[in-house]
């Protein structure tokens, strides 16, 4: 266990553009020697989501106490982060420029030879988004309580990407249940679903078990 298991990482804000120039809020905490980085993607922002839901602020203390990098943004229109709410389609543009900000840091990492893997984790509205956002450098695809219909799965670009996918369902979740989130992904290439026991789509109290899913699909790839 590295020494970032052992104290808290101090968070540092970054510079996040998307390419359509809309600058983005962000920060980023990475521990000593990190083993791979999450880039987290918050709720709806019309419903009271940002980077600092407790869900993701969770994530963004506990991966990098695990030895995992976080990197948190604010979609446009949400927090500082500029330009304006678009139902999920410009934020595409968003999560891309959030990988693109963590790929770049992860090979500027001294000793980072061959540098740690990029693995997106989007909750609920950020589920959604990110799963539909391609990018080349990308390791994997996280999906937390992703409702599967703020952006239709057929147009998603990871449904059919051979590099794997894990989507995180909370058992009593009011928008999308286990059973319909296995029906509309079992034709999804090298996916895997877990249900998240006793969880709704919230998932307060659930925060733990959100984070050893994550770190022990980060560790086996």
């Known amino acids: 266990m590295n020494d970032a298991a052992n104290s808290a990482v101090a968070p540092q804000p970054i510079a996040v553009a998307a390419s359509d120039g809309t600058e983005l809020e962000a ?22 989501g940002d980077m600092w839901n407790p869900l993701i602020d969770h994530l963004f203390r506990a991966l ?26 410009a934020e595409q543009l968003d999560a891309a420029a959030a990988f693109d900000a ?27 988004v990110s799963l539909a956002a391609h990018h080349d450098h990308l390791a994997a695809w996280i999906g937390i309580a992703a409702p599967l219909r703020i952006v239709d799965p057929a147009t998603m670009s990871s449904p059919i990407d051979p590099r794997p996918k894990l989507l995180l369902v909370p058992q009593h979740d009011q928008f999308r249940s286990p059973a319909e989130a296995a029906e509309i992904t079992q034709h999804w290439v090298n996916s895997q679903l877990e249900v998240i026991a006793g969880g709704d789509h919230f998932l307060m109290g659930h925060a733990r078990a959100v984070t050893e899913e994550i770190t022990s699909f980060v560790a086996g790839l």
């Open 27 to 48: 920060e980023l905490a990475w521990p000593s020697a990190a083993t791979a980085v999450v880039v987290l993607s918050h709720p709806h922002p019309l419903y009271g």
């Open 64 to 89: 990098p106490a695990a030895g995992v990098a976080a990197l948190r943004y604010n979609f446009r229109g949400a927090g500082s982060s500029g330009g304006s709410h678009d139902d999920g389609k």
């Open 102 to 128: 963590a790929a770049r840091l992860a090979t500027e990492q001294p000793g980072s030879d061959p540098p740690p893997p990029v693995v997106s984790a989007g909750w609920s509205f950020g589920g959604d």
